[in-house]
C-alpha cells in the first residue's frame, strides 16, 4: 500500500498486469480488506480469501479452484513494473517441446552484484541443463569453493505460471521442512517432485520488499516518465 509516484503499489501492479492484455481474467487475491477496497475502487477485480493462508499460492489455490481455467499467472504485488515481455516469456515455456513435463515455469535473471547475491531478501536459483529449477535458497547458491571455477548466479523474479492442477496439488500438501526454514514457498514444489522449469530473462526492474527498494523504484519511475 506504499504510494510510487502517488499510486499504490499494488494498484500500479494490477494496472500493469492488465495492460499487457495476456489475460481473460485479472484479479487481486488478497485477505486485506484495505486492499480489495483500493482496488475496487479503482474499478479493479479483487478476490477476498475465505481462509488464512500461510503463502500466497495457497491464497491463489483457494481463488482458482472452481475457475475453468488451464493456466495461472501469479505476479507478485510488489513487482508494479511488470510488462508484456516479461509475462509473455514466462507462458511461452508451455509452448516449449517439454511442456508436457512442466507443472509450473518462472523467471530467473543473472546477477553479479556480490551484495545482492549474499542478500537474503534475494532469493537465488540454480538449475540443470534443460533450465529445470534443482533449488532455491536465500543462501548464495552455488558456493564457490573454487574460485577459479566461473559459475553464473541467478535471481529468482516473483512471477510464475501454474498449471491449475499444479497449484491444487500445492494448495493440498503440507509445508515440508525446506519451504518453512527458507521461507520460500515453490519449494514445496521441488520438495514433492514437481518440475519448475525457469526462463532466463535480462530485464531487472524492482521487487518492493523494503524501503530502499521502494526508493529505487521512485527513481526508476521518474527516469521513465522523463523519457
Request: hydrophobic content about 35%; charged content about 30%; overall charge negative.
Amino acid at each position: 500500500m506504499k504510494e510510487l509516484g502517488g499510486t499504490p503499489v499494488i494498484v500500479r501492479t494490477y494496472e500493469a498486469t492488465v495492460a499487457t492484455n495476456l489475460f481473460d481474467e485479472v484479479y487481486v487475491v488478497t485477505d486485506s480488506d484495505i486492499i480489495y477496497n483500493v482496488i475496487t475502487a479503482q474499478g479493479g477485480k479483487a478476490i477476498m480469501s475465505k481462509k488464512e493462508h500461510e503463502c500466497g499460492s495457497d491464497r491463489i489455490a483457494e481463488a482458482v479452484e472452481n475457475m475453468d481455467i488451464d493456466i495461472v499467472v501469479n505476479v507478485q504485488g510488489d513487482e508494479p513494473f511488470t510488462n508484456r515481455e516479461v509475462l509473455e516469456q514466462v507462458l511461452e515455456v508451455f509452448k516449449g517441446e517439454d511442456a508436457d513435463k512442466i507443472d509450473l515455469a518462472s523467471l530467473m535473471v543473472r546477477i553479479n552484484d556480490w551484495d545482492e547475491i549474499n542478500d537474503p531478501n534475494t532469493v537465488k536459483v540454480i538449475v540443470d541443463k534443460n533450465n529445470f529449477a534443482q533449488y532455491f535458497s536465500r543462501s548464495p547458491i552455488p558456493y564457490q569453493r573454487d574460485k577459479q571455477v566461473e559459475v553464473p548466479y541467478y535471481k529468482h523474479k516473483g512471477i510464475y505460471a501454474f498449471r491449475k492442477q499444479a497449484i491444487l496439488d500445492f494448495y493440498k500438501l503440507p509445508m515440508g521442512t525446506l519451504e518453512a526454514a527458507e521461507k520460500i514457498e515453490c519449494i514445496r514444489y521441488l520438495e514433492y517432485g514437481k518440475n519448475i522449469k525457469m526462463a532466463e530473462t535480462t530485464i531487472l526492474g524492482v521487487e518492493i520488499d523494503t524501503p530502499e527498494d521502494l526508493e529505487k523504484a521512485e527513481r526508476l519511475l521518474s527516469n521513465k516518465t522523463a523519457n
